[in-house]
């Protein structure tokens, strides 16, 4: 079992009330691959820059995560500066440069496709080319972001259609639906394809819907969040990664995968860049999956409450 | 078993970009015991002028809540306007006239001083006050607001230090702490006293915290909000209703208590003023206090999941 990643590998500038750093891996495949190599095997399909630093290879090398398809291009690799005031949400873009990326052109191998594909954040042009190619995937998982949402949304619905999950954070449901309530905007996006959508809520939490089912969870609570870069990937790569390795597609199985994705956006927060997940087990995440089972199970109501 | 509430009846008019009502029931003793009358006796200390409508006192007796230490005084009863934007938090308050609630001198008589006492939000002086008159209440539960941390903070910080349970929102918490975290405030809350904190999230849901405890829930998911007001009093209602109900002060009944009262503030902002919650019944309730469960809740992590 493996999943096929598809996205951004990025070089970041990032900046919070707190600190300051530069030149730090970053891009949606960096952190959904250390995510999810924590429970299954993770082939990338991207490019990077000749300026891309020979350690961050090693990163993933360590990691036994497959890079034989990151393309290295003549000239730079994508690079974001993002700064982030204090309620650490929508960080300001001050300065992207697509580099080699702007003209990214991605080729599945014959042996990657019958993975599980995840389309991290791109141009939904391409996302529909590597559909195109994929058409023998176990699963389809979409994400993407406000951008597409305004300047390629014919497109984009395309690949919605096509997905058999998505993944979206509730201002990107809302900007989509035109609904105010995240609860109203995940019916209307199911309308529009995908079996299964999963909607990202900040400090909230996460919902998922799927026919006349849902779940939510709340964020686990963390008392001091460092960089939010990555979390919504850490999360993806966390539930794929779960789903893969149990090999179950149940709804059931899902409610845990999105509480596994959960907790890995949670370490990933605690520290910029990608460090922290570079610094935790698979037995931290066990240990936080069941205090998050702790801290949000109740018992049933007393039968007997009548007055 | 009863409780004994202590705070503002309210004529309001409502705004919202939806909606607008004029001369409703409202008030944080109006709210707080149409909740709690559900599971338990609810007697309310309070003041109105002598504007205030028979039909709302019919409101209270139908529901069999104790309104013999309402007393009516010449002169206009509490009067708020508030206007809701699309985010439909944070109203807007277009005005307040206090009417006889400022000269509000509340008295407990004897046989309410063995209650648990809900001191909604009111000025810390009377709060105060009412504490040195109720000498042997099983249980202390404190509410307040920005403005009474911002005016009178000390005097706050003596309620706070003799409350058992203390209720607050996050807004609340992080000005009261001047932190960021609503984890790290409450860490900083319970420092100053309190038994157990319990932090209303709004749409985040709420989080409970007792000693090294705690505990975290989201809101329950609602497609259409019509009206905020009262939501944090009706919680209240739900949560003190269900311990006095009970009669069971465990953190783990703490925890099923607290999910009571989010379902019961669900359903407060379906409506406009109390309306919700004369057209519920305790059975409704039940049943959402068992769909949440189920839409929150998960099985435990596979033991086997190893890459």
New interface residues.
Partial sequence: MAITVVGSIAIDNIETPFNKVSNVLGGSVSFFSLAA????EVRIIGVVGSDFSQNYFEVFKKKSIDISQIKIKEGKTFHWEGKYD???SDPKTLNTELGVFSDFQPIIPENFKNDILFLANIDPDIQLNILKQMNSSRLIVLDTMNFWIESKKEKLLKVIENADIFIINSSEARLLTNQ??V??AA?SILNLGPKTLIIK?G???A?MFTGNK??????Y?????KDPTGAGDSFAGGFLG?ID??GDISF?NF??AL??GNIMASYTVEDFSVNKLLNIS?NDL?NR??KF?E????????NE???
Same sequence: chains 1, 2.
């Fill in positions: 190599c924590f429970l299954t204090y309620n650490l105010a309530s609860f109203s019916k809520r400090e909230c939490g919902a849902f779940f939510i969870v709340p964020a609570p963390l008392e001091d969040i779960y390795n149990t059931e409610k845990k509480v596994f698979l066990r999956f069941n089972k801290i949000t199970h109740f018992e049933n109501i007393y409450i009548i007055k």
